[in-house]
């Protein structure tokens, strides 16, 4: 099984300040981590070197006046929202990311690997068609599930499992049934939306699946919506391939978020979404990295997990050394858990008539 | 005065150089011993050891013991408990019973410690090996911590390596310090390094024939682009220099990384006493006929042909066919493998290159050039290297850590990059310096990678991550120009 890396040093450029969350470091300790472990010897990982988006490519997805502004703002720079800047030269760390994107799914479907993890900066999946919001710019997610659907693939699935809500991808596919979009992040919290209720429009309708779980959210937690939403869902979309908005700030030690999930819950889940890829789309699996501001603590045993994980490697080792066991103790609540299957269960009736899997459990 | 010895398949070379070059060949049958003997101690004296280590390493499996210090991450065998973070903090402790529990009754002939991120803070392994010191001799364990690049792998693997030649390089170092306390090893690149850096990691002295190769044919031609031949008693090697430099390569061993660097070559396994049975035999049984050895070989059969090395009487059993098919043989070989190459130049060395040389040329259609002393060129090469390094640096201004090649150094607070840069550019002639380079060779100090970022806690900047390699580049010491 080759997992393909997308990555280069360029990735590392983009600063909005040199203060802001959204860094170089994030990707630094990771690396070294990566390094260490000799990961670009192993012969189950290809190294592959990201090309720039082009302008067709950022058109797919956004408005032509976006593009524009974002092309005039990287000459001055601009402020898009609180936390969001458009620093000088934006534009083309920005294409270089979804570009990213673009690379590791043609080294898919090129079958030159089996899967892709495309360990880029900056991410994306709160820009909508026409702005950016909260750290991003471009949605490379979005621009590369396009892209793949313009090189024949039908349906794709999108798992976001960044702590936060994908507003923007929701926004771009919430009318369009190829889509299937499932968000699982923590509620209430940025960016505010969401809402479980929000199942798409139109012709989209069940086709946007929102799982909001609650601060403290554990292992335990996303295991039980693999295994009761997501896997069904999967099996029963059929997608051509899965897209996933690999944000690793639901880390129990992530800074930014309340979350509870270990190193070794982010490996074990990755494995389940290579076993499902296996079983029905020949093992396609794009992730492309979102949000995850824990550098130290989470980032570099995350990252390496879901690596390790898309490469077949053994995992039994993937963990966070021992001085952060106190961290989780803290992180994890146990009131999570029933508001997350009372939630479920709640969806479900909403979903019920979209999708098949739910009534052939209810009968259960 | 200058000294190059190089310790080949077949013949020990001894370079002298001061106001002119001399050079001797001893046959290793002799014993080192007795190669020492032939120089004086005056002066600097530069060993190349890759033979006696290759056979080590290309021999039998040897039965060494791996002790790892994975922490999380990926799945490395021989696991004990212990971990230090990418940061370099020491983050699990090691378990001093469990260490007592695999040496007790251990049987293997040496031992390998090795930690990740060891390079980035020492002190797990150095708790490891005090506990296996108790059980075996420092000449039996060899640690990762001294190889300084990142890589646990490739740095297990290399300490292996390492646990298995250090004994052999530690006696080494006693046999030649009993001639000159201040000699060098040369390294797989060609430069030089003090026997103390070669026992932490003595893999630096794998394979350093071609290295020596390179730099002598290139200090007796002072030709910057060609290709070397260097006919040896065992095999030919073919080294080829652009810019008056070899190339480096990543050396592979056992299918695996190693993290260390060596000068290309491509060695064809026939040389001057290959010896003759039905025909060319791609190994050495004993010496060639007309230096007493019992079976005939191509230097017999060079000759048969005409030539005059050693007591050619010896080498009549040959008949004249068998010499004219084996020599040609020797020559279709060594000259298509020259052709890969497409050089215009080539420049040979060893003691045949006299004999053959021009007929490899001319079969490879390029001009063929042995220069003077060329028989020794390897030994010549060793003579005139300069100390060379390469640092692996990694500075965190919150730790207040700087580690250079895993080895911790006084941290001092600087103002920016560039002041940074000059104290650890220091650091790195310090070093050189305190092995015995003069000051002209450490004046370049090349900057291969630096990187850094800041640390960022709560909105603010709080510390700055550097990561540097430095270099002195290997080559041919000012001194010996």
């Known amino acids: 099984m080759t997992c393909g890396i997308v990555y280069a040093p360029s990735y590392l450029t983009h600063e909005q300040s040199s203060s802001h969350p959204e860094r170089r470091e994030r990707l630094s300790y990771t690396l070294d981590q990566l390094e260490e472990e000799g990961i670009f010897d192993l012969p189950q990982i290809r190294l592959l070197a990201p090309k720039p988006a082009m302008r067709d490519d950022v058109l797919l997805v956004h408005t032509p006046e976006y593009l524009h502004f974002l092309e005039e703002a990287s000459v001055n720079g601009a402020v898009i929202d609180a936390d969001t800047y458009v620093p000088k030269e934006l534009i083309h760390d920005a294409l270089l990311a979804a570009g990213g994107a673009i690379t590791g799914a043609d080294a898919v479907l090129n079958q030159e690997v089996k899967n892709s993890f495309v360990l880029a900066r900056p991410p994306g999946h709160h820009a909508g068609r026409s702005h950016g919001a909260g750290f991003c710019y471009l949605n490379n997610v979005a621009i590369m599930v396009r892209h793949l659907q313009r090189r024949g693939l039908r349906r794709i699935m999108i798992l976001d499992w960044d702590a936060h809500h994908g507003n923007g991808t929701e926004e771009i596919f919430y009318d369009d049934p190829s889509v299937l979009f499932c968000s699982v992040h923590q509620y209430p919290f940025y960016p505010g939306s969401g809402r479980f209720e929000d199942i798409g429009i139109g012709d989209g309708k069940g086709y946007n699946i929102n799982l909001p779980i609650p601060a ?149 | 005065m200058f000294t190059g010895i190089d310790i080949g398949g077949t013949n020990t070379d001894i370079a002298v150089i001061d106001s002119q070059i001399n050079t001797y060949k001893v046959p290793n049958t002799d014993g080192l011993d007795n190669a020492l003997q032939k120089i004086s101690s005056d002066g600097r004296l530069a060993v190349s050891t890759s033979q006696p280590l290759n056979e080590i390493i290309t021999g039998h499996p040897a039965d060494i013991r791996t002790i790892t210090i994975p922490g999380p991450g990926l799945v490395y065998p021989g696991a004990v408990k212990g971990a230090v973070s990418h940061r370099g903090d020491v983050v699990e402790p090691i378990d001093p019973e469990e260490i007592k529990k695999i040496m007790k009754g251990q049987h293997a002939r040496a031992i390998a410690i090795a930690g990740k991120f060891s ?139 190693t993290l260390i660097r060596a000068v290309s070559a491509t060695s064809i396994p026939y040389g001057g006493d290959s010896c003759i049975r039905a025909e060319l035999c791609p190994f050495r049984a004993g010496s060639s006929r007309s230096f007493g050895g019992g079976e005939p070989t191509l230097t017999d059969a060079l000759n048969v042909m005409g030539a005059r090395i050693g007591d050619a009487k010896r080498s009549e059993v040959v008949d004249h066919t068998t010499a004219q098919n084996v020599v040609h043989r020797y020559l279709d070989m060594v000259s298509s493998a020259v052709k890969e190459y497409n050089p215009a130049v080539l420049i040979g060395t060893g003691y045949l290159a006299h004999y053959l040389l021009s007929d490899i040329a001319e079969r490879a259609q390029a001009v063929g050039i042995v220069p003077e002393h060329a028989a020794s060129a390897n030994a010549v090469g060793a003579a005139v290297s300069k100390v060379s390094l390469e640092v692996h640096i990694h500075v965190d201004t919150e730790r207040k850590r700087l580690t250079l090649n895993g080895i911790a150094y006084p941290f001092k607070d600087t103002k920016d990059d560039d002041h940074l840069l000059t104290y650890v550019t220091e650091l790195v002639r310090d070093i050189a310096r305190k092995e015995g380079a003069p000051e002209e060779d450490i004046e370049d100090i090349e900057v291969l990678f630096y990187s850094s970022y800041d640390v960022v806690r709560g909105w603010r900047v709080t510390a700055k991550i550097t990561d540097m390699i430095l270099a002195i580049a290997p080559g041919i010491s000012v001194e010996a120009l």
């Open chain 2, 119 to 257: 390079v980035r803070n020492d002190a797990l392994e150095k708790q490891v090996y005090d506990i296996v010191s108790q059980f075996y001799a420092d000449e039996q364990i060899a640690l990762s911590y001294p190889i300084g690049a990142l890589n646990f792998p490739a740095r297990i693997h290399t300490t292996k390596l390492n646990a298995r030649i250090k004994g052999k390089v530690n006696s080494l170092i006693r046999q030649v310090k009993r001639v000159n306390p201040d000699f060098f090893f040369v390294t797989s690149t060609g430069g030089l390094t003090s026997p103390a850096r070669a026992l932490d990691n003595p893999m630096l002295l794998f394979h350093s024939s071609p290295a020596t190769v390179a730099n002598g044919a290139y200090y007796l031609s002072k030709n910057e682009n060609c290709l070397v031949i260097d006919i040896g008693g065992t095999t030919t090697e073919l080294v080829p220099l652009k810019n008056g430099k070899p190339i480096y390569e990543t050396v592979v061993l056992e299918g695996s990384k």
């Open chain 1, 216 to 364: 403290g959210s554990s292992d335990k937690v996303y295991r039980y919506l693999l295994e009761e939403m997501i896997l069904p869902l999967a099996d029963e979309y059929m997608p051509d391939a899965i897209a996933i908005s690999a944000g690793q700030d639901n880390h129990f030690t992530d800074p930014l978020t309340g979350l509870a999930l270990t190193a070794r819950g982010y490996a074990s889940l990755m494995q389940e979404m290579c076993i499902l890829a296996d079983s029905i789309c020949y093992g396609r699996i794009i992730a492309v990295l979102e949000g995850g501001y824990s550098v130290e603590g989470g980032l570099p045993y995350t990252n390496l997990g879901l690596i390790a994980a898309m490469a077949g490697l053994d995992i039994s080792s993937i963990r966070e050394p021992e001085i952060y066991q106190d961290v989780l103790q803290k992180a994890v609540s146990e009131d999570a858990f029933p508001k997350v299957i009372k939630m479920v269960s709640e969806l479900k009736k909403k979903l019920a008539d979209h999708w098949y899997f739910i009534n052939r459990y209810d009968f259960r």
